[in-house]
């Protein structure tokens, strides 16, 4: 968890909400079936202006640190136990400067039945914008000229943590979810505690949780090659 999610509109409600000064001009297209490596729109605190610039931008699912050697060590950090960042060079020095926050029209999550594995699609049931925390780094590929403009890439992880009430009966984790409310807090690039923004928003995001709807929908979306709005469909 999470291995899959949806983006289905990022447009002006989010940017509004999340009071964002300047959004990439590359920003992806649409997709029910997000996977690991797919690119996906982030929205990050950029501390090299003053006061700090909020930005929506492309980036790859599975965070790749800056002393990675190749891009490959992203396809196993798409997730990232929030019990566990402090303890891992991967995520330390990501949760100290570069949070992010990844906004989600819902994901989904695999329960274990009789029948094996149903997927079920988890969203906010009144439509708003889910938003998942998150952690983003940059890479810099040394193959690449300086003058290239894809010699950096921007990736990132999702946090996640235990599962509680009704979500807990569809899989063991969640993601960490943020309200709207929290997102100055958690981008906010010179907090001197970040242990105690990520406490913040561990503590509120059983009480996010317990405002999504869910329903089982068909195997189909197990294929990242199928990508329809048919797959959040209930069945």
Not at 99 to 114: H, L, M, N, S
Not at 139 to 158: N, Q
Not at 207 to 222: C, I, K, M, S
């Amino acid at each position: 968890m999470c291995g899959r999610f949806v983006v289905a509109n990022v447009g002006g409600e989010l940017v509004s909400e999340l009071r964002v000064d300047l959004v990439a001009d590359d920003l992806p297209e649409p997709s029910y079936n997000v996977a690991p490596t797919d690119p996906v729109a982030i929205v990050l605190d950029s501390a090299k202006s003053e006061p700090p610039t909020r930005r929506l931008e492309r980036a790859r699912w599975g965070l790749v640190p800056s002393w990675a050697k190749d891009l490959s060590i992203g396809a196993r950090a798409f997730n990232a136990r929030a019990e566990e960042l402090e303890q891992k060079r991967m995520f330390q020095n990501a949760l100290a400067k570069r949070r992010a926050i990844v906004p989600a029209t819902g994901y989904y999550e695999w329960q274990d039945q009789q029948t094996g594995k149903v997927p079920h699609f988890i969203h906010p049931a009144d439509g708003s914008p889910l938003l998942f925390a998150g952690l983003y780094e940059w890479w810099r590929d040394k193959s690449k000229a300086d003058d290239d403009p894809d010699r950096w890439v921007l990736s990132f992880t999702i946090l996640t943590r235990d599962s509680i009430g009704q979500l807990g009966s569809i899989h063991g984790r969640m993601p960490v979810f943020l309200d709207a409310a929290h997102a100055d807090a958690w981008l906010d690039p010179t907090v001197e505690h970040p242990r105690d923004v990520l406490d913040a928003a561990l503590d509120d995001a059983p009480r996010v949780a317990e405002t999504l709807a869910f329903h089982p929908v068909d195997r189909a979306v197990g294929n990242v090659r199928n990508n329809s709005p048919a797959l959040v469909e209930p069945v």
